[in-house]
């Protein structure tokens, strides 16, 4: 049997904000080609942790490790660190305006590439790719901050794709989208991910969960509350109901009016 | 002045300011004579009669330096009227407030005495207050044509060829940047707080309304900028500015940069 390599391991990660303790001793292990999903309520540290995964900031107890590496500020302080995890480990911020901060669409996504010292040449070709890829291309000229939410999302996904990382760290990627560019961009999540990549979304929207995560951790207070497939964890109405996932919702069958948790599961709801 | 009028005018000026920004990218991307010179030269050259203008003691040269602003304005393709609104009438406001008392303090020969002979304008006053006016205004149109002629991030990568240091330079980036999400966020609050207010706020209620929305937006504003920093860094940004075209000088950049120099090595030596 081959052993699977972890891509990222987590051990009693702390963290905190001006005295707020944001993480809570957490420990996660992520494997190499997982798509892991983060559920959990406002305020569950979903954020926190994908900053710590992308190392913007170091956990002040415990350890974050990257392919075995324990990820320090000693050792971001060298260029060459910095620049090949940059390369192998992309984050898609919540809230795209502050991602996007270029004259155009095309010299947003073509940031990324100029900053890992591409030749001008292969900036240009795989900023082209990338933006027929995401279905932007009608939008290259165009200043990202005049663009539509759902197009701000798809720029500022487009503008960490174009670095084929190995990771993508997504933060609640369809927030604030509508229905439909919603579903467009869980199939753009699909169609990239393939089999040898790896993504971790941060999302408490429980209707996506199953379509982008084989594996899922829930969030409560800073630590991993519980931990196992899309599946086993929507079907866990209690679990869900603690963690804040849930509400209780009230409907009417007929003459019958009855309440239960509302789960956003494939299935159908049992009575 | 009604709540209503308040914030719709404080409304405009944001999407003003937003839509200054669009049209400053797009005349840089217009063919002009600063769009033709390699960034270096821009910034060197127009900085080097900023620096002219305000070594110079005589007006009579100031204001040819302001009258080969407007020249190069015209041929760089930058309209009269965006500079009369964004720069000579708000320098002509702020400036003449400031140099006002000069007109009345500054000893000299009387060339006009109120009535009551209380107030009298000297022509030395007269003098000084212009010389302001006019350095200000040629110094503040100078630096708008850089700006306006040279994308941002090409002013910036020129600076650090000029060995500027990478963390004013960085300040420059993020500040730029920040200033428009922060001008996006006061807007949408103005307009959040106009969709809840009804009928008219007195004096001293639109004066703690507006200052609880600044206490805000000032809160508000340091949470983004962090994560407008974090944004950059993520993707590998670590304050040396990097874009797609790369800076070449050639025959047309050097006959530009010395022509530049001349200017402001005469008028310096004119005005002394």
Known sequence: ?271 | MSSDRTIGATLVGLARALGHALVSEQVARQPGLLQAFDPRVRVAGLLGLVLAVTLSHRISVVLALLCAAVLIALLSKVSLMTLTTRVWLVVLLFTGVIALPALFLTPGDAIFTTADGGLRITAQGATTALLLIARVEAAVTLTTLLVLCTPWMHVLKALRAFRIPQEVVMMLAMTHRYIFLLAETASQMFESRRSRTVGVLTGPEQRRMTARTAGVLLSKSVELSNDVFLAMQSRGFRGDVKILSEFRMRVWDYVGLTAFLVIAILAVWMGR
Request: net charge negative.
């Open chain 1, 1 to 271: 049997m081959t052993a699977v390599s972890s891509i990222f391991e987590v051990q009693s990660a702390s963290f905190e904000y001006e005295g707020i303790p944001a993480l809570r001793g957490l420990s996660l292990t992520i494997d190499r080609g997982q798509s892991i999903a983060l559920v959990g309520a406002n305020g569950s540290g979903k954020s926190t942790l994908l900053r710590l995964l992308n190392a913007l900031c170091f956990p002040s107890g415990g350890t974050v490790s990257f392919c075995g590496d324990p990820l320090t500020a000693e050792k971001f302080r060298t260029v060459s660190c910095e620049i090949s995890f940059r390369r192998r480990v992309a984050l898609v911020f919540q809230n795209p305006d502050v991602q996007l901060f270029n004259p155009t669409v095309f010299d947003e996504v073509a940031f990324g590439p100029l900053q890992m010292g591409w030749s001008t040449a292969d900036v240009v070709t795989r900023v082209d790719e990338t933006l027929q890829l995401m279905g932007i291309t009608h939008l290259r000229d165009r200043a990202p901050y005049r663009l539509s939410g759902g197009e701000k999302k798809r720029v500022a996904l487009a503008s960490v794709i174009v670095l084929d990382p190995e990771v993508l760290l997504l933060d609640e990627p369809t927030s604030m989208l509508d229905p439909r560019s919603q579903s467009q961009l869980i199939d753009l999540i699909q169609q990239w991910k393939g089999s040898s990549k790896t993504v971790v979304t941060a999302t408490h929207q429980l209707e996506i969960v199953e379509d982008i995560a084989d594996r899922v951790f829930v969030l409560e207070q800073g630590s991993v509350a519980a931990s196992g497939s899309a599946r086993e964890i929507l079907s866990d109405a209690d679990l869900l109901l603690r963690a804040n996932l849930v509400h209780a919702h009230r409907h009417t069958h007929g003459a019958m009016t009855h309440s239960h948790p509302h789960l956003h599961s494939h299935d159908e709801h049992k009575h």
